[in-house]
């Protein structure tokens, strides 16, 4: 499975962004999909994970009521849009893939097998 985001940029504090992570190479619809992102000097932290269809999605405490996970299985493209941007989400966002099951929401990384190269965002005035 082959992971590309996009979308990410320099933004005010305050504003928004919608990245996006393009899948090929399987199934899409049978794929567990999730956004990290890494600070300079931090671990790699989880944000949000959404299952095969999209009904069932879990986001980290820090982001939960700015930040929607979505995806679009015709397009094979799993989005994350972002509210209300702080400093503190300026990071390195990569999405992530795995094949778990229907009735799963994976936060865990090391539960995911693929991932994309990242998509730098940098919220700033």
């Known amino acids: 499975v082959q992971l590309v985001e996009s979308g990410g940029g320099l933004v005010q504090p305050g504003g928004s962004l919608r990245l996006s992570c393009a899948a090929s190479?399987?199934?899409?619809?049978?794929?567990?999909m999730g956004w990290f992102r890494q600070a300079q000097g931090k671990e790699r932290e989880f944000v949000a994970g959404?299952?095969?269809?999209?009904?069932?999605?879990y986001y980290a405490d820090s982001v939960k009521g700015r930040f929607t996970i979505s995806r679009d299985n015709d397009k094979n493209v799993v989005y994350l849009e972002i509210d209300s941007l702080k400093s503190e989400d300026t990071a390195v966002y990569h999405c992530?893939?795995?094949?778990?099951?229907?009735?799963?929401?994976?936060?865990?990384?090391?539960?995911?097998?693929?991932w994309g190269q990242g998509t730098q965002v940098t919220v700033s005035s």
């Open positions: 992530a893939a795995a094949h778990g099951s229907r009735w799963l929401v994976l936060i865990n990384d090391i539960e995911y097998e693929y």
């Open positions: 190479g399987d199934t899409f619809s049978n794929l567990c």
């Open positions: 959404i299952g095969w269809s999209g009904r069932r999605t």
